[in-house]
C-alpha cells in the first residue's frame, strides 16, 4: 500500500512564502515523476509544477519564476517552495506520483489528501 502525505499548507499574507512537503511510502520500488497539482474553489485541478527522478521540471506558466519543486529521492519526498504568493494561489494543493510498486509491475499514479494554502489579500 502506497501512501504520500503533504504537510506545510497554511495562511499567508500576499507576498509571502511556504514551503509544502510530501512524503511517499509503503510498498515503492521506484518513483518516476512527483508533481503538484492544485485546485481552487469551483476550478478544475491543474498542474503546478513537476520533476522527474532525474530532476527534469516542468511549471505552469502562472508560478514560473515564483515555485520552485524539488525532491530527495532517498526519503520519497517532493517539496513546492512557494514565494511571492498571490491570492489567486489560494487553492488545496495535491501530491502526485507516478510510480512502480514492484520490479515487474507496471505504472500507477497515487495522489495525496491535500493541504490547503490560503493567500490573504
Known amino acids: 500500500q502506497v501512501q504520500l502525505v503533504e504537510s506545510g499548507g497554511g495562511l499567508v499574507q500576499a507576498g509571502g512564502s511556504l514551503r509544502l512537503s510530501c512524503a511517499a511510502s509503503?510498498?515503492?520500488?521506484?518513483?518516476?515523476?512527483m508533481g503538484w497539482y492544485r485546485q481552487a474553489p469551483g476550478k478544475q485541478r491543474e498542474l503546478v509544477a513537476a520533476i522527474t527522478s532525474g530532476g527534469s521540471t516542468n511549471y505552469a506558466d502562472s508560478v514560473e519564476g515564483r515555485f520552485t519543486i524539488s525532491r530527495d529521492n532517498a526519503k520519497n519526498t517532493v517539496y513546492l517552495h512557494m514565494t511571492s504568493l498571490k491570492p489567486e494561489d489560494t487553492a488545496v494543493y495535491y501530491c502526485?506520483?507516478?510510480?512502480?510498486?514492484?520490479?515487474?509491475?507496471?505504472?500507477?499514479?497515487?495522489w495525496g489528501k491535500g493541504t490547503l494554502v490560503t493567500v490573504s489579500s
Open positions: 502526485n506520483a507516478d510510480l512502480r510498486i514492484g520490479l515487474y509491475s507496471g505504472r500507477s499514479n497515487y
Open positions: 509503503g510498498s515503492i520500488f521506484s518513483i518516476n515523476a
